[in-house]
């Protein structure tokens, strides 16, 4: 059985970084696409960037191009998302998502397994 464990979220100011972290395990990963959401209150899990581990390739959402990085160790079997330059509203819940295949993957129907989610709050 997958499971995903999130940390490294908190309080930071503008501007400032962050780096969540998901400890991955239960399963070998080189087939899997791995992913990061975020859910604001009231809102549905949007979107945030997501990897091949396999080949590393990357793939993010507009709205945090340029800002954040997405990236694994494999030794480690944990992702990470850097994010840098946040803003107020990057304040959300950030849950790590697992799917077994070699495709993109954007939506979060698409995705198998989840972790439990690690708070991010970002003030003006």
């Known amino acids: 059985q997958v499971q995903l464990v999130e940390s490294g979220g908190g309080l930071v100011q503008a501007g400032g970084s962050l780096r969540p972290s998901c400890a991955a395990s239960?399963?070998?990963?080189?087939?899997?696409?791995m992913a990061w959401f975020r859910q604001a209150p009231g809102k549905e899990h949007d979107f945030v960037a997501a990897l091949t581990w396999g080949s590393g390739s990357t793939y993010y959402a507009d709205s945090v191009k340029g800002r954040f990085t997405i990236s694994r160790d494999k030794s480690k079997n944990t992702l990470y998302l850097q994010m840098n330059s946040l803003k107020p509203e990057d304040t959300a819940v950030y849950y790590c998502?697992?799917?077994?295949?070699?495709?993109?993957?954007?939506?979060?129907?698409?995705?198998?397994?989840w972790g439990q989610g690690t708070q991010v709050t970002v003030s003006s």
């Open positions: 998502a697992a799917h077994r295949g070699y495709g993109r993957y954007r939506e979060s129907y698409e995705y198998d397994y």
């Open positions: 239960g399963r070998t990963f080189s087939s899997y696409a």
